[in-house]
């Protein structure tokens, strides 16, 4: 006979998760075991959004690990050929600053130098890779990294042989690079130009253990009579579900670099800002799946997800002397979606 075992708070979590989801491809045929960063191309993203959110997670094609995002780079970034010059100088023009004369065979330190002698410039600000005599790589870091208004130009007439090509290879507006944990393992590493499924935003809190997290099934079966006499049931009007629990007081707002509230996520402020509605229409008002998982720690029992989806708040009301914040809402589901599973982290991470 199948042992049971009752629902208790202690082995109960609470989540929020947003919208966001798409596809990209992996642009790094570099990684080893270790890496911790890859570059991504061909996102397709949703409501075509192009920067990947940094709390953003995702999986590659064959492997199972969710990872998330602590870092997405979409700094601009130029390639320079010298054109084949044999000698000369030539320039570049910075968000309207011009450089002194840059030897064609200039080694990358020299680029750079010849860069960060710019009064806008400060050392940090510019990355510069490729090769010694070119061809060159600009990439903005520091304070203009992540811009996409900064504008550089080049002038090779001064060189002989030449001129070069200035040509550009990151325009700032899209997610080139992320930066993410944990990091790429022997036996599980993605290959270039893999497909990556990119995963909704997700936090957590505890469920108050002083409290409940309850729900409400509404149905309205409506009864026809005939000549006086009960006759067919039909369907009546869903009813959206309405739920209700209490999870524990922590911070409300996130301090800089610090994991987001669960208050910030149901509120899509500070840096849950960037959260994607739920909602199937974004001009409706902002919503959340809502989530319960029930995580026993007794060996191989599967762990129980249930999902309400779309779920809008109605009420939050934090209490400091109870150190707990009541919510309730209602969600755009007649029932929740409960979902069984192997009790580990990727399996219950991967649920969407």
């Known amino acids: 006979m199948a042992t049971t075992r009752r629902k208790e708070i202690q082995y109960a979590f609470i989540g929020a998760q947003d919208g966001f989801s798409g596809t990209g491809a992996v642009d790094d045929a ?133 001129p070069g090509v200035l040509t550009v290879t990151q325009d700032g507006l899209s997610t080139w690079n992320v930066t993410f944990t944990p990091s790429i393992v022997t036996g599980a590493i993605p290959s270039d130009d893999d497909v990556i499924t990119f995963l909704p935003q997700r936090i957590f809190a505890r469920v108050d253990d002083q409290a409940d997290f309850s729900y409400t099934e509404t149905y309205d079966p409506q009864i026809d009579t005939e000549r006086g006499k009960l006759s067919n049931a039909r369907e009546g009007t869903e009813q959206p579900m309405q739920v209700s629990t209490s999870f524990v007081l922590d911070w409300l707002r996130a301090s800089a670099g610090k994991e987001i509230t669960f208050y910030e996520a149901l509120n899509q402020l500070g840096d849950a800002s960037d959260w994607v509605t739920a909602a199937d229409d974004p001009c409706e008002p902002y919503c959340v799946d809502l989530f319960l998982f029930d995580r026993p720690d007794c060996g191989s029992e599967e762990a129980e997800v249930i999902f309400f989806r779309k779920f809008y708040k109605q009420t939050i009301s934090p209490s400091i002397q109870n150190a707990a914040v009541d919510l309730s809402g209602i969600c755009q589901a007649v029932r929740p979606d409960i979902q069984r599973v192997t009790n580990d982290d990727d399996t219950i991470g991967a649920l969407v």
């Open 30 to 162: 570099t990684l080893v075991n270790g890496s911790a960063s890859m570059g991504v191309d061909t996102l397709s993203l949703v409501d075509a959004v192009t920067l990947l959110p940094v709390g953003s997670r995702f999986t590659t094609a064959g492997i199972t690990t969710v990872r998330t995002i602590t870092a997405q780079n979409n700094s601009q970034a130029w390639n320079l050929t010298n054109g084949g010059a044999s000698a000369g100088t030539f320039t570049l023009t910075l968000n309207g600053e011009t450089t002194a004369g840059i030897a064609y065979d200039a080694t990358m330190a020299a680029v750079l130098s010849a860069i960060e002698l710019l009064a806008s410039v400060t050392a940090g600000d510019i990355v510069v890779g490729g090769m010694d005599a070119g061809p060159w790589t600009i990439t903005m870091a520091g304070d203009l990294a992540n811009l996409s208004t900064n504008t550089l130009t080049y002038d090779g007439s001064g060189l002989t042989g030449g």
